[in-house]
């Protein structure tokens, strides 16, 4: 058994899982596949796709996992595979980072200081020693103050900023992972479902997507009020669930779910999602006696016997229908005179006019119908998304560190000429060269008045003598 | 409204801006490109104005909020950052060439918020999803970043355009004379969507933290997050691609194109082709 080529295949397949071309692919085919879950609809009902495809179009496009791609195992294998090339990556790139970083040569030799751009010198009258306090004076307004590596009758400086920059990658890739393993755990640990309620009512269990129904934990939730409010134009201004949660009969919160504010309980996040009308709470009706005229105005539960005040008529509402065949809202009554037999009929609020032809002795007219709302609030358990915002909060900052800052670097060699001092000076940039070098010209002038102020250093060159 | 009749007066603007810059291409006179950069200035004071004025006009109607919140807005927006955006580069690289690839933008973005009968310019009060403050960085961070990829689009026509000429041996073009070098034009690409980026990234963040408010989920591949994702994979394949060393200059060129066709598409296309839950803009 040679382990030879095994090493061979192991090191080619880590080359290969660590190469860009393989994340530029991936990306590719990441947004190709993408493009394609927008054009085909994803996860409709069958008939629907019937209406555009055919059956062994649509066969195929299921066997191949488009219907669902997002979730397809070729979909999901691409972004594994993205994963592994960023761990890949970081893994045989980050080494390389720290190494450069590290061994950062703070003492330049001639092959090296001739490559280096920007680059300026300065002849300074005395001998090196003397310029080093006010080299580093002048210096220090820009890079933190240059460390001073003496030796012989050469004086080094080096000093850099910025180092951070050369690491805002990894954080942007750490990012992109960290997010990519929040959604994992919503994947594997979250659900979403949803609750419908009546006003009044009390839900102890919430319905799943799959049809199933689970528990919530340890509390209950009853929806206490509905209401919808419109703007003068119309358009919808506000969809508000007034609810209570309870736990082992004791009240403990009370509020209002909108959209945009959900409710967090116990893990779980209740949304206001939609909203319908389940029946009618009760009627405002307007009652005549056909015989006097005289009008009673009076508040009607649904399926309560109501009496008309001062009279032994009574009646009840049994039933509300929306929209009784084409002419609108309609309530059927049941009335309860002593003198007749019980009669059932249906008061139309759109049109009082069809009470006029009914025989009986009173005439009923809706004033308002109220309606008996249900809320359907969506429930979701995402225990992924801190995570996820961890994660784009990394990418923020990588890509801060990227893009807006870089790792530059400034050497300075004084070396002794005679009775005199060259100072050369020197610098780099691993990004954005155009703004370093006019950083680096400002620096320059700023160090060559500090340096050649007649004032300051005339002093020192006469002691020297 | 008089915001509207701003915003034609700004499109007109844009337009004079737009056709100054082309001249000073063609005829290479110094005081046509200062009177475009002016032109320009006034252009985006005036659009400043319309923008604000039309906020305030939201608040008399009685529900007042940021003019971000549907086609309309948005496209008068979008133009807003185009030319603030170049406006912050031409002062930046001291050259004024770049408008007459850039200006085109922002003018046919205003024009057709001012001009297309498909584009309502009525104020409609915010419905309850549109309610939150979300609204504002994430349209501001992703029309920042759309502004941002429409000038490197810009840019990378005029790469392509001086690439093919010098490639096919043509003398120095009068028009080209005053074309930054080809190497410049490409850290140009790089450096407008190194910016592009960044925001894009916020946009797309911004947008998930709103969804995940306002509809309980922060990712649920409506076409809109979907083709913002693609756009956003394209650019990281441009990033990407520009490290190695075969990808620089006319393929980077066109994938910045590739990149900003993506912009539209999730801008435009989106809402003409597909649907979703995003449907205000």
């Known amino acids: 058994m040679s382990s030879k080529p095994e090493k061979g295949l192991i090191s080619s397949l880590w080359e290969a899982l660590s190469s860009l071309h393989l994340t530029i692919g991936l990306l590719i085919a990441l947004a190709v596949a993408s493009i394609f879950g927008t054009v085909i609809p994803q996860n409709a009902a069958p008939e629907e796709y019937f209406r555009v495809y055919k059956i062994t179009t649509y066969k195929i496009l299921h066997i191949l996992g488009f219907l669902d791609m997002y979730r397809s195992w070729w979909f999901v294998l691409l972004l594994a595979l993205l994963c592994l090339n960023l761990i890949a990556c970081t893994i045989s790139r980050f080494r390389l980072t720290l190494r450069l970083l590290s061994r950062s040569r703070k003492r330049l030799e001639d092959p090296d200081w001739n490559s280096l751009s920007p680059k300026k010198s300065l002849s300074l009258k005395g001998l090196p020693a003397a310029w080093i306090s006010s080299i580093q004076a002048g210096l220090a307004g820009s890079f933190r103050t240059p460390k001073n590596l003496d030796e012989g009758g050469t004086v080094h400086f080096f000093a850099e900023k910025g180092k951070l920059s050369r690491f805002g990658v990894y954080f942007v890739h750490l990012g992109v992972l960290v997010i990519l393993g929040g959604a994992l755990i919503g994947f594997f640990y979250g659900f979403r479902g949803h609750i419908n309620l009546v006003e009044g009512e009390t839900a102890t269990r919430l319905t799943l997507r799959n049809g199933g129904q689970i528990p919530l934990p340890g509390f209950d939730l009853k929806l206490e009020q509905f209401t919808v409010s419109f703007y003068s134009t119309g358009s919808p201004k506000e969809f508000k669930s007034v609810v209570t949660l309870r736990e082992g009969g004791q009240n403990i919160r009370s509020e209002s779910i909108r959209v945009n504010h959900p409710l967090s309980h116990k893990g779980l996040s209740f949304y206001q999602s939609t909203y319908g009308v389940a029946g009618v709470e009760k009627a405002v009706l307007a009652i005549q006696e056909k015989n006097s005229g005289k009008e009673h105005l009076l508040e009607a539960k649904m399926g309560v016997k109501t009496e008309l005040p001062g009279s032994h008529y009574a009646f009840v509402l049994t039933r509300f229908i929306p929209d009784i065949q084409g002419l609108g809202p309609a309530l059927q009554v049941m009335s309860l005179d002593p003198t007749r037999p019980h009669e059932n009929f249906f008061v139309l609020q759109n049109h009082p006019e069809m009470e006029d032809r009914r025989a009986g002795s009173y005439r009923f007219k809706i004033r308002e119908i109220v309606p008996k709302y249900y809320s359907g609030l969506q429930v979701n358990k995402d225990p992924g998304v801190p995570l996820v915002w961890t994660g784009c909060v990394f990418m923020i900052v990588g890509f801060y560190l990227t893009f807006f800052l870089s790792h530059r670097r400034l050497w300075v060699r004084l070396s002794t000429q005679g009775k005199d001092t060259l100072l050369e000076i020197g610098g780099s940039s691993h990004r954005n060269r155009i703004a370093f070098e006019q950083e680096f010209e400002r620096m320059f002038q700023g160090l060559r008045e500090e340096l050649l102020r007649p004032g300051k250093h005339s002093k020192e060159r006469e002691e020297q003598i | ?281």
């Open chain 2, 1 to 281: 409204m008089i915001s509207s009749k701003f915003v034609t007066a700004v499109t007109f603007l844009y337009l004079f801006s737009t056709v100054l810059y082309f001249s000073y291409l063609s005829f290479r006179s110094k005081k046509l490109g200062n009177f475009a950069f002016i032109s320009t200035w006034v252009a985006l004071a005036l659009h400043t104005v319309a923008i604000l004025s039309r906020w305030i006009e939201s608040y008399r109607l009685g529900f007042g909020h940021a003019p971000l919140s549907n086609m309309y807005e948005s496209l008068v927006f979008f133009s807003w950052c185009i030319t603030f955006i170049y406006l912050l580069w031409e002062v930046k690289l001291k050259t004024r060439i770049v408008g007459a690839f850039a200006m085109p933008f922002a003018f046919l973005t205003v024009a057709y918020a001012a001009l297309s009968p498909g584009v309502s310019d009525r104020i409609d009060p915010l419905i309850p999803a549109l309610q939150s403050n979300w609204l504002h960085a994430h349209v501001i961070t992703c029309f920042l970043s759309y502004a941002s990829f429409a000038i490197s689009c810009g840019v990378s026509v005029m790469y392509l355009v001086k690439a093919w000429r010098e490639k096919s041996g043509q003398p120095e073009g009068t028009m080209l004379s005053l074309f930054p070098s080809l190497e410049s034009l490409d850290t140009l690409i790089y450096k407008t969507i190194a910016v592009g980026f960044p925001l894009l990234t916020i946009g797309i963040i911004t947008g998930s933290a709103w969804a995940n408010y306002a509809w309980g989920a922060y990712w649920s591949w409506d076409p809109k997050e979907t083709w913002s994702l693609i756009t956003w994979f394209v650019y990281a394949v441009f990033l990407h691609a520009r490290f190695t060393r075969e990808w620089r200059g006319k393929r980077t060129a066109i994938l910045s194109l590739i990149g900003f066709g993506a912009v539209v598409f999730t801008y435009f296309g989106v809402n003409y082709v597909l649907s979703g839950l995003h449907s205000y803009a």
